[in-house]
């Protein structure tokens, strides 16, 4: 569109739908689920309901599974004519298993025609908050006179006991 010096892209004419939030952390918990709150924003008011949908998927580093989550792992955002910011909650289930921090991934897609996507994504890390398991001991150290001298006590016990007279 061209007005009078001044030309204008679709892009000016649409609002914008950023997940605009900070990539997000926070300890799982050991039991129930821990909520990560993500805010889709549209840069400024549509006259028309608009929607995206969104997803969770594994991260790329220590990913999240579909058993790490609690309720819904995806679906739609609808903006109400007027309104600017929605609210994707992603439970998270918590456990008492040590195991490394995960990561996961909420992304936008599928726009409303009305919509222009600007930053898609969000990546959450579920940070582990259970203590690792204990080490094992130290493997033991025998030295071949020890085992001798094993070796002869046994003999004495045996032929003390009588077991093979």
Do not use: C
Not at 27 to 49: M, Q, Y
Not at 51 to 78: H, I, K, N, Q, Y
Request: glycine fraction near 8%; hydrophobic fraction near 45%; charge should be negative.
């Amino acid at each position: 569109f061209a007005f009078a010096d001044q030309t204008l892209a679709a892009a000016d004419l649409l609002p914008t739908v950023d997940l605009s939030v900070q990539d997000a952390e926070r300890a799982e918990g050991t039991g129930g689920a821990a909520a990560f709150v993500f805010t889709a924003r549209l840069s400024f008011a549509s006259n028309a309901a608009q929607s995206v949908e969104w997803r969770v998927a594994g991260g790329a580093l220590d990913p999240s599974d579909a058993s790490d989550f609690a309720g819904d792992r995806s679906g739609t955002l609808v903006f109400a004519p007027g309104e600017t910011s929605k609210a994707i909650v992603v439970g998270v289930s918590g456990d008492a298993g040590a195991e490394p921090d995960e990561t996961f991934v909420v992304a936008l897609s599928n726009e409303s025609s009305g919509l222009l996507v600007g930053r898609s994504w969000a990546l959450a890390t579920v940070l582990n908050d259970d203590r690792p398991p204990p080490p094992p001991p130290p493997p033991v150290q025998v030295s071949e006179a020890q085992v001798a001298e094993w070796l002869a006590a046994a003999q004495r016990m045996v032929q003390h006991a009588g077991w093979f007279d």
